[in-house]
Each structure stands twice: as C-alpha cells, then as structure tokens.
C-alpha cells in the first residue's frame, strides 16, 4: 500500500478542452513528480514540485502546469488537449533526496478524442 | 543530460530459466540507481535500489550491482516464476538532476509454465 492516490482513475476528453489531475501523497513526503507514460513506454518525466515550488521540467510545453498544495497534494493542469496526450499520467511522492524511492499512484488514463 | 538505455523486450523465458535485462546509463553526478516493477493491472514499485559503486540491491530473488566503470545497472534473477511476468524499468536519480528519477523505456518479461 503505497498511500499514493490519483483522481479520477479514467477520463475521456475532446480535443481543445482542459483537464486537471490530482494527486495526493504519502504521508510525510514533501516531493511530488508527475510523469506522462505513453502505451508501451517508460514513464517520460513533466515536472517536480517541491515545498510548493516547480524544482525542475522535462520536456513539455508550458500548457502543462502544476500546483503543490501545502499538504503535499498536487495537481496538474492541461490546456488546449491534443490527440497525443492520451496516455497515463502518474504521479509519483518521495523526499527530496537523491536515494529516496518514489512511491506511485495508480495513475489517471487520459484518452483525447 | 541523465538517460537510461535498457534492453529492449519483450523477453520470454521458460519457469526457472536465469533472467538478465541489461540496463546503462549516462549521468553528470553521481546518481542513485533503481529497478522498478509494473506487473499487470498495477502501478508502478520498487524493487531494488543501489547508491553508490559497486553496491548490490537485491530483493525478491532479484539482484543488481552498481557498475561505476560500465555504467551499468543490469538486473538478474537465477530462476525465474510466472509471478514474475510484469514491465521492468532501469531508473536513476541525482543531484545534479534535481532528485527527480529518470526511467528508461521498460522491459516487458514474459514468464511461461
């Protein structure tokens, strides 16, 4: 039981619209990444957040934004959705350290019609 | 910048049969290596873990040493079970990455009886 929850589970969304994905963390942990996991792929990493600040980007573009919540719980935001942002998005908590394991949720599919 | 490169699957083997997936990497620091699973219908977890050169993580029968001098981070297992058959993703950490954890593309493991 990892303590790591995302909402909602699935979602269906047309092009052109916006969506907003939760996450809320394990207890006790003060780090929060979000990754975008195409079918048949690695988890490709979309921002950091870090005592309520973005600690670090990959490569998206700013359409995709965030927000740390001073319980640790998070959110992330998508506008102008395109056909290939279908996919799964995990959200994943950790301490802020360079060996610290990072738990994940179950992550939320979003599929783009 | 930070990367991971892994064998490429899917891999099938037969019940008891030695697995290795090959997993490199490239880093400025000195990161912190992992293993994690993805078995079907779940989310993504640790398995191993290594954080500085020449350590072995093991866990479930699984092993890895961290190969400073290969860059490398392969993952083995003497007998493996049907149990096993999930995604398995090569992943790094480091400072200079800012923590965040950076996967490599993932292996699938087929295990048959």
């Known amino acids: 039981e990892t303590g790591v929850t995302q909402s909602p589970t699935h979602l269906i969304k047309t092009r052109g619209q916006q969506v907003t994905l939760r996450c809320s963390s394990q207890s006790g942990h003060n780090t929060v990444s979000w990754y975008q996991q195409a079918l048949g792929q690695g988890p490709q990493f979309i921002f950091q957040y870090y005592r309520e600040e973005e600690n670090g980007r990959g490569n998206f573009p700013p359409r995709f934004s965030g927000l740390q919540f001073p319980n640790y719980s998070s959110e992330l935001n998508e506008t102008a959705l395109q056909l290939d942002d279908s996919a799964l998005y995990l959200c994943a908590s950790s301490l802020f350290s360079v060996d610290s394991e990072a738990f994940f949720g179950q992550g939320t599919r979003l599929t783009v019609v | 910048g930070n990367s991971v490169t892994q064998m490429e699957g899917p891999v099938t083997l037969s019940e008891e049969a030695f697995l290795t997936i090959n997993c490199t990497y490239t880093a400025t620091g000195y990161p912190s290596l992992f293993w994690y699973v993805q078995y079907p219908g779940e989310g993504l977890q640790l398995l191993l873990k290594?954080?500085?050169?020449?350590d072995k993580g093991s866990n479930k029968g699984f092993e890895a040493t961290y190969r400073k001098e290969t860059t490398s981070f392969h993952l083995e297992k003497g007998s493996v079970q049907v149990s096993d058959s999930a995604v398995y993703f090569c992943?790094?950490?480091?400072?200079?990455?800012?923590?965040?954890?950076?996967f490599g593309a993932g292996t699938r493991l087929f295990v048959k009886a």
């Open positions: 290594a954080t500085k050169a020449d």
């Open positions: 992943a790094l950490s480091d400072r200079a990455g800012g923590f965040k954890t950076i």
